[in-house]
């Protein structure tokens, strides 16, 4: 019965072919290093359904965010849960990344035929990054509001362009309202949107040349 | 190897199956409890609510009456309102029908209109009778009644209203 649904399905969509194509590639003789991609993978996917859940009670406004985190942290079954995974999560996936990327720059991975995964992942790299930036606000505590201030100041000081800069995080010169919404949208579309395209290149080039072999002594 | 031993790469698999569903169900069947979770709240207090002096309920005649309980829901109190009519049918006290305006249809808010001698919804054309029978439209029946009331000793009419039925 199960055998005969599988049939029908593989037939249309080729599900062997793809298990094939996707899951047993053939590798080259690897170790944990390896895995660090993966695992960026598997904290995207586990960020971006922890933030799912998170938008369910979050409020981006001013008077309510706040209290909203808190009601979520206090008051609603395994809240503490959900925002705590997606809290230590973020963290984590930025080390996860920049070790992944610290590992390909070591073992000369991102050269030809791969420039462009390696590119992609900066990319990739500063997306996430971003995403640090931008859900940092979002708690509308002190530290995030100074730090805010000061991340965004900081990007004042960019000669010429500077102030424009500014204002465009900000949505106008001082942190308001403007500056949670715009953070918020693009902590949750803006960002996620760029970074599951990227995603998806990297993944496309990653199988269309494999993984690299490391390089040995005639290297 | 026999056919009994487990392969290497059938043990990854299987071992990578195991520990993907556990991850799977500790983070998701919290999370289907953090969503279901104000479904499996129960409602506020319950609380008698005076609605009005019995001397200014002319017999006869619906006497509207509206109140708001402000209950917390999350992180925000909210402001709720509810409403209805008392009718004094004679001179006896107790002799009343205190019907909620809350349309047993589809919860819009009835109003008394005297022409027509009749509770009018204005959402799907509900007809209700001064006694809170359905004459006409789609409602599936009567107007809901508060049954517990009391008049305290000044002369005032409290009803009984629990958070709860959301009706007395």
Same mark, same amino acid.
């Given at each position: 019965?199960?055998?005969?649904?599988?049939?029908?399905?593989?037939?249309?969509?080729?599900?062997?072919?793809?298990? +094939?194509?996707?899951?047993?590639?053939?590798?080259?003789?690897?170790?944990?290093?390896? +895995?660090?991609?993966?695992?960026?993978?598997?904290?995207?996917?586990?960020?971006?359904?922890?933030?799912?859940?998170?938008?369910?009670?979050? +409020?981006?406004?001013?008077?309510?965010?706040?209290?909203?985190?808190?009601?979520?942290?206090?008051?609603?079954?395994?809240?503490?849960?959900?925002?705590?995974?997606?809290?230590?999560? *973020?963290?984590?996936?930025?080390?996860?990344?920049?070790?992944?990327?610290?590992?390909?720059?070591?073992?000369?991975?991102?050269?030809?035929?791969?420039?462009? +995964?390696?590119?992609?992942?900066?990319?990739?790299?500063?997306?996430?990054?971003?995403?640090?930036?931008?859900?940092?606000?979002?708690?509308?505590?002190?530290?995030?509001?100074?730090?805010?201030?000061?991340?965004?100041?900081? *990007?004042?000081?960019?000669?010429?362009?500077?102030?424009?800069?500014?204002?465009?995080?900000?949505?106008?010169?001082?942190?308001?309202?403007?500056?949670?919404?715009?953070?918020?949208?693009?902590?949750?579309?803006?960002?996620?949107?760029?970074?599951?395209?990227?995603?998806?290149?990297?993944?496309?080039?990653?199988?269309?040349?494999?993984?690299?072999?490391?390089?040995?002594?005639?290297? | 190897?026999?056919?009994?031993?487990?392969?290497?790469? $059938?043990?990854?698999?299987?071992?990578?199956?195991?520990?993907?569903? @556990?991850?799977?169900?500790?983070?998701?069947?919290? #999370?289907?409890?953090?969503?279901?979770?104000?479904?499996?709240?129960?409602?506020?207090?319950?609380?008698?609510?005076?609605?009005?002096?019995?001397?200014?309920?002319?017999?006869?005649?619906?006497?509207?009456?509206?109140?708001?309980?402000?209950?917390?829901?999350?992180?925000?109190?909210?402001?709720?309102?509810?409403?209805?009519?008392?009718?004094?049918?004679?001179? $006896?006290?107790?002799?009343?029908?205190? @019907?909620?305006?809350?349309?047993?249809?589809? #919860?819009?808010?009835?109003?008394?209109?005297?022409?027509?001698?009749?509770?009018?919804?204005?959402?799907?054309?509900?007809?209700?009778?001064?006694?809170?029978?359905? @004459?006409?439209?789609?409602?599936?029946?009567?107007? $809901?009644?508060?049954?517990?009331?009391?008049?305290?000793? $000044?002369?005032?009419?409290?009803?009984?209203?629990?958070?709860?039925?959301?009706?007395?």
């Amino acid at each position: 019965m199960w055998k005969k649904i599988y049939e029908w399905l593989d037939e249309r969509l080729g599900l062997n072919a793809m298990y +094939t194509n996707l899951l047993d590639r053939p590798e080259p003789r690897g170790n944990w290093w390896n +895995t660090l991609g993966s695992a960026s993978l598997f904290l995207f996917v586990l960020q971006g359904l922890t933030g799912i859940f998170l938008t369910v009670y979050y +409020t981006p406004s001013p008077d309510h965010a706040y209290d909203s985190i808190t009601y979520i942290m206090e008051g609603v079954a395994f809240g503490w849960l959900i925002r705590g995974i997606h809290h230590w999560g *973020a963290t984590l996936m930025v080390v996860v990344v920049f070790i992944h990327m610290l590992r390909v720059f070591v073992t000369a991975s991102f050269k030809y035929p791969r420039e462009l +995964t390696w590119l992609i992942g900066i990319g990739l790299f500063l997306t996430t990054l971003g995403m640090g930036f931008t859900g940092y606000l979002l708690p509308w505590n002190q530290r995030a509001f100074w730090a805010t201030t000061v991340g965004t100041q900081i *990007a004042g000081t960019a000669p010429l362009v500077g102030e424009f800069i500014l204002k465009a995080l900000r949505g106008g010169p001082d942190l308001s309202a403007l500056t949670l919404q715009r953070f918020f949208s693009g902590h949750i579309w803006m960002l996620p949107a760029a970074l599951a395209g990227l995603i998806g290149v990297h993944l496309y080039l990653i199988i269309r040349h494999g993984e690299s072999y490391y390089p040995n002594k005639e290297d | 190897m026999s056919d009994h031993e487990l392969s290497r790469r $059938d043990f990854i698999k299987v071992t990578t199956g195991i520990v993907g569903g @556990l991850i799977g169900a500790v983070i998701g069947l919290p #999370a289907i409890y953090y969503l279901i979770d104000p479904a499996l709240r129960e409602g506020g207090k319950d609380a008698w609510i005076p609605i009005g002096k019995l001397e200014n309920m002319e017999i006869g005649k619906p006497y509207p009456f509206s109140f708001t309980r402000v209950m917390v829901n999350g992180w925000e109190r909210t402001a709720s309102s509810f409403g209805g009519y008392a009718l004094r049918k004679s001179e $006896d006290p107790n002799d009343i029908l205190i @019907l909620s305006s809350r349309c047993t249809h589809l #919860a819009c808010t009835v109003n008394w209109n005297e022409e027509a001698d009749a509770y009018l919804c204005p959402c799907h054309d509900a007809k209700f009778s001064r006694e809170g029978e359905v @004459l006409d439209g789609p409602p599936p029946r009567a107007l $809901d009644r508060y049954t517990e009331f009391r008049l305290t000793e $000044d002369g005032s009419l409290e009803i009984f209203f629990s958070e709860n039925k959301k009706t007395g």
